[in-house]
């Protein structure tokens, strides 16, 4: 069975190419011609998404950052805090909002509080609008790092996760490093929002089929899944069900408006 088929959405080609197909559709000529067909059709060929966005940097597919910054210029946040930040140029500084705060508990990171997340929390008594979770991936961490950031999440605040949709067992790994190198890696961050899905009937959850899997959380209701134990067989049978997958297009469907409190 296709991934295609197997998901019913196209998350297959949704996912980055590897560095050296990028490297030419990204390449000046390409990319003019991507630009003309883009103006002209309202569509791009290359993307492996056909359908025409009206997204804030007008990118077909989104990034991690794009979906942070869209839920933050729609719901008016002000305050955000990042759970895992290693290198700032990479994501944080990107992120366009009055506050930021920053934890990684590594030295080299460029992070403001050098502590485990859980530290973190441990003593924080401030509110945030929006919680980015990328720091320890395994599944028992991630699950660790919802409950808390639930925690210390506004009313109306909302939980982005990266990496919570792994392409392969490979990619779900527990460790990142393999004989020395450092291949793509997801890790288990996934089994913490399946866990979730299972357990929290309280909360609104979905994960957007675009940059590793997005991963969306908030208060409100759902239909939980019946999934006490995850494997990645359980994902790979059904992503769609175990992570309420959504392509881009529902994503800024749903979110053309303020979550309610
Ligand atoms: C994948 S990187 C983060 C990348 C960054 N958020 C981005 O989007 O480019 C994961 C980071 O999480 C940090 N990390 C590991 N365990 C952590 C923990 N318990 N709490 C917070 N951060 C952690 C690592 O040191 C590493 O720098």
Do not use: C
């Amino acid at each position: 069975m296709s991934r295609r088929k197997e998901t019913g959405v196209d998350w297959e080609n949704s996912g980055k190419p590897g560095k050296a197909l990028w490297r030419v559709l990204e390449s000046a000529p390409l990319k003019g011609l991507r630009a003309a067909w883009r103006k002209t059709t309202g569509r791009d060929p290359l993307s492996g998404d056909n359908r025409a966005y009206d997204f804030a940097q007008g990118r077909h597919r989104a990034s991690r950052i794009q979906i942070v910054n869209h839920l933050i210029q729609v719901n008016g946040y002000t305050t955000y805090l990042e759970i895992g930040v290693r290198r700032t140029g990479a994501m944080f500084e990107n992120i366009t909002v009055a506050s930021r705060t920053g934890v990684d508990p590594d030295p080299n990171a460029e992070a403001d509080h050098v502590m485990t997340s859980d530290a973190f929390f441990a003593d924080n008594t401030q509110r945030f609008d929006i919680v980015f979770i990328d720091g320890n991936h395994t599944g028992d961490q991630v699950k660790k790092d919802i409950e808390n950031s639930l925690e210390a999440l506004s009313p109306n605040g909302v939980i982005v996760l990266h990496d919570m949709n792994p392409p392969s067992m490979f990619h779900a790994r527990e460790t990142f490093e393999v004989d020395g190198r450092f291949p793509s890696w997801n890790g288990s961050s996934w089994k913490g929002f399946a866990w979730a899905r299972a357990h929290r009937s309280d909360l609104t959850m979905a994960v957007v089929d675009t940059d590793w899997g997005v991963g969306i959380i908030h208060r409100g209701a759902q239909d939980t899944i019946d999934l006490d134990v995850p494997r990645y067989e359980d994902l790979a049978a059904d992503r769609k069900t175990v992570l309420n997958l959504i392509t881009v297009r529902a994503f800024l469907d749903r979110y053309a408006t303020p979550i309610a409190e």
